[in-house]
């Protein structure tokens, strides 16, 4: 069925009425995502106003991204006899994550109208942006909310693999301080741990670094150093912690503000001993972040679980943490 329909670069007027037509139709079925902020910054108008919505909306994606740039492109899905069906909007991710080595291509938006569900314009679209990020040499990733299981599904059989996850924790008014361990100790870092323990950090930096490219370690270096330096100004504040039993280290929690939020505190680097994954160190490690987050008045406690974390999703999860989706990412890039 999927020959009755063709995939080509947005062009025309009525193409771009589609896109915008179309992409303001999905944010109002996703109002939570999108079609709220958008309503927060234009106070006065109203939900139902279609035209003044539009209009905005238009605006807004104009004034965000820049249609000229070469690594842009919005495909359309047309039938044969002309109907528009959907559309892929992609380009250069307008972020980059601290171990990210290069700025991969990102997908924005992957949209069938839903009239034309059913017949693979969704994985001939998919298809189009990924043959566009290979002949630029690059990976693919995309962000998918957790409760769209029909493109998981899609992008799993297409071999795009959860690359990180953000996971967060609003903390309630009535949190209570947690009983420590009986087997493991935590304290703060001392000062001749120091180098020790950022070199702990620094082997599980470079995992995440490599899980997208190879690069020269004297890069990893850099990222790692532009990583640390980021989080250390004056007004945030920070702590390591060290879960030990004896004398041994068997694992470290870095914490700290978020840089994106003053109320939001960011557990930035979890490591684990790979010898002793013993959930009990890692209840140690989140207990002593989170009751630091509360003591500095923090009101939630966020990471960016990365596949090559020692956690997994269900173990926070499982301590009450939300999960609104994942990043993907599929391998394009040669050499």
Same mark, same amino acid.
């Given at each position: 069925?999927?020959?009755?329909?063709?995939?080509?670069?947005?062009?025309?007027?009525?193409?771009?009425?589609?896109?915008? $037509?179309?992409?303001?139709?999905?944010?109002?079925?996703?109002?939570?995502?999108?079609?709220?902020?958008?309503?927060?910054?234009?106070?006065?108008?109203?939900?139902?106003?279609?035209?003044?919505?539009?209009?905005?909306?238009?605006?807004?994606?104009?004034?965000?991204?820049?249609?000229?740039?070469?690594?842009?492109?919005?495909?359309?899905?047309?039938?044969?006899?002309?109907?528009?069906?959907?559309?892929?909007?992609?380009?250069?991710?307008?972020?980059?994550?601290?171990?990210?080595?290069?700025?991969?291509?990102?997908?924005?938006?992957?949209?069938?109208?839903?009239? +034309?569900?059913?017949?693979?314009?969704?994985?001939?679209?998919? !298809?189009?942006?990924?043959?566009?990020?290979?002949?630029?040499?690059?990976?693919?990733?995309?962000?998918?909310?957790?409760?769209?299981?029909?493109?998981?599904?899609?992008?799993?059989?297409?071999?795009?693999?959860?690359?990180?996850?953000?996971?967060?924790?609003?903390?309630?008014?009535?949190?209570?301080?947690?009983?420590?361990? /009986?087997?493991?100790?935590?304290?703060?870092?001392?000062?001749?741990?120091?180098?020790?323990?950022?070199?702990?950090? +620094?082997?599980?930096?470079?995992?995440?670094?490599?899980?997208?490219?190879?690069?020269?370690?004297?890069?990893?270096?850099?990222?790692?150093? !532009?990583?640390?330096?980021?989080?250390?100004?004056?007004?945030?504040?920070?702590?390591?912690?060290?879960?030990?039993?004896?004398?041994?280290?068997?694992?470290?929690?870095?914490?700290?503000?978020?840089?994106? $939020?003053?109320?939001?505190?960011?557990?930035?680097?979890?490591?684990? /001993?790979?010898?002793?994954?013993?959930?009990?160190?890692? /209840?140690?490690?989140?207990?002593?972040?989170?009751?630091?987050?509360?003591? %500095?008045? +923090?009101?939630?406690? %966020?990471?960016?679980?990365?596949?090559?974390?020692?956690? !997994?999703?269900?173990?926070?999860?499982?301590?009450?943490?939300?999960?609104?989706?994942? +990043?993907?990412?599929?391998?394009?890039?040669?050499?």
């Amino acid at each position: 069925m999927t020959k009755e329909f063709q995939i080509r670069r947005a062009e025309s007027d009525d193409d771009w009425d589609f896109f915008f $037509n179309l992409s303001l139709s999905t944010m109002k079925t996703m109002r939570q995502f999108a079609l709220d902020e958008l309503l927060q910054n234009n106070p006065g108008v109203d939900v139902d106003d279609d035209v003044r919505l539009l209009e905005l909306h238009r605006k807004e994606v104009n004034d965000f991204f820049d249609f000229n740039d070469p690594k842009t492109r919005v495909f359309i899905a047309e039938r044969n006899d002309g109907v528009l069906c959907g559309y892929l909007w992609m380009g250069s991710r307008n972020s980059r994550d601290a171990w990210d080595a290069e700025i991969q291509q990102w997908i924005y938006d992957i949209v069938v109208d839903p009239r +034309f569900y059913g017949n693979g314009i969704g994985r001939l679209l998919l !298809e189009k942006a990924e043959e566009f990020s290979s002949k630029l040499n690059l990976n693919l990733g995309l962000f998918v909310h957790a409760d769209n299981l029909p493109a998981l599904a899609l992008y799993e059989k297409s071999e795009y693999a959860v690359k990180q996850v953000p996971v967060s924790r609003v903390f309630p008014y009535d949190s209570q301080d947690i009983h420590p361990s /009986d087997e493991f100790i935590v304290r703060e870092i001392q000062d001749d741990e120091y180098d020790t323990i950022v070199q702990i950090e +620094f082997d599980q930096f470079k995992k995440k670094v490599e899980f997208s490219v190879d690069v020269d370690v004297d890069v990893v270096k850099k990222l790692h150093q !532009e990583h640390l330096e980021k989080y250390f100004n004056d007004d945030e504040k920070h702590q390591r912690f060290v879960v030990l039993n004896g004398e041994k280290v068997f694992g470290t929690i870095w914490v700290g503000s978020s840089g994106f $939020n003053k109320l939001v505190a960011k557990m930035h680097e979890i490591t684990i /001993d790979p010898h002793n994954e013993s959930g009990k160190i890692a /209840d140690v490690l989140i207990n002593a972040a989170e009751k630091w987050a509360r003591e %500095y008045k +923090f009101s939630s406690i %966020y990471v960016l679980l990365h596949s090559t974390d020692s956690l !997994e999703v269900d173990f926070f999860k499982e301590r009450g943490y939300k999960v609104p989706g994942f +990043f993907m990412e599929k391998h394009l890039k040669s050499g």
